[in-house]
């Protein structure tokens, strides 16, 4: 793990969703839901980032009491909690283009998201039912991307076939070097987006927009799509249930997201910080 070294205070938690805030079954519990509200009590703002869309965030809006700009597309578009758009980074066409050839040549399914949409080529494909469970609205099926090339924020490529997925990001990374930002953002999920939305430009963003230094910021996340605001931050917390490498790039661990590893990260981290 990274040596740590105490922040003068913590004044903004900021938290990926899946795998993190919530169960692999996608629930809020309610000590996740305390351990919030005790942030704020102490006047620590909290805030959210996560690969899914704005919409798909909104359930946390009322949850959790957000005032804070949230982060969706891994910082693709920051919106408002009214879901009202601050700002947006789109994929070039180039990008968009090679990213979907990198995910189709290792025989992944890509999907593409515009700042309001979803699209799929199949509505039956691999984990779309669940991804409109948790997301709570549903793709529109679309054979063709082409007339969505121009407004793409962030492509997926997915499968469950983990080592493919894995391959993928490898490939990635190299044809899109400095054209987009590719990572798993799960398993059996490639998350390609702007050069500038990643998890460690959500930091720069938050930061700069509620005036807040970094060091002042805890992030927590477990997946390698979350590396980039660990080594942002002042404090990082990675999930029990985060690979190993993830785990080493953080200033601690905590116990997994099925075993309230994010509200006991709150309480022990945060509430209650190391060695007092």
Not at 161 to 169: F, G, H, R, T
Request: proline share 7%; charged share 25%; aromatic share 8%.
């Amino acid at each position: 793990m990274k040596p740590y070294t105490a922040p003068p205070r913590i004044s903004l938690v900021l938290a990926d969703v899946d795998g993190t805030l919530v169960t692999h079954e996608k629930v809020l519990t309610e000590r996740a839901k305390a351990a919030v509200a005790k942030l704020h009590e102490r006047g620590i703002a909290f805030a959210i980032t996560s690969g899914r869309p704005p919409l798909g965030m909104r359930m946390f809006t009322d949850a959790l009491h957000l005032s804070t700009p949230i982060a969706g597309f891994n910082g693709g578009v920051f919106v408002n909690p009214d879901c009202s758009v601050i700002e947006s980074h789109f994929l070039s066409r180039d990008a968009t283009t090679q990213a979907i050839e990198v995910i189709k040549k290792h025989k992944l399914v890509a999907w593409l998201y515009t700042a309001t949409d979803w699209y799929v080529p199949d509505p039956k494909g691999p984990h779309v039912d669940r991804e409109a469970w948790t997301v709570k609205f549903p793709p529109k099926v679309a054979a063709d991307f082409g007339p969505f090339l121009d407004k793409a924020v962030k492509i997926v490529g997915v499968s469950d076939d983990l080592k493919a997925v894995e391959a993928a990001e490898s490939d990635a990374k190299k044809a899109l070097d400095g054209e987009a930002f590719a990572a798993r953002s799960q398993p059996y999920y490639l998350d390609v987006t702007h050069p500038k939305a990643t998890k460690g430009g959500v930091v720069d963003f938050l930061c700069d927009h509620l005036k807040i230094p970094k060091a002042e910021m805890a992030t927590l996340g477990d997946m390698p799509n979350d590396v980039p605001m660990f080594e942002k931050s002042g404090l990082s917390i990675a999930m029990g249930n985060a690979a190993k490498d993830v785990q080493e790039q953080a200033n601690f661990v905590t116990a997994s997201c099925d075993d309230e590893g994010f509200a006991f990260a709150l309480e022990k981290y945060i509430l209650q910080p190391p060695g007092k």
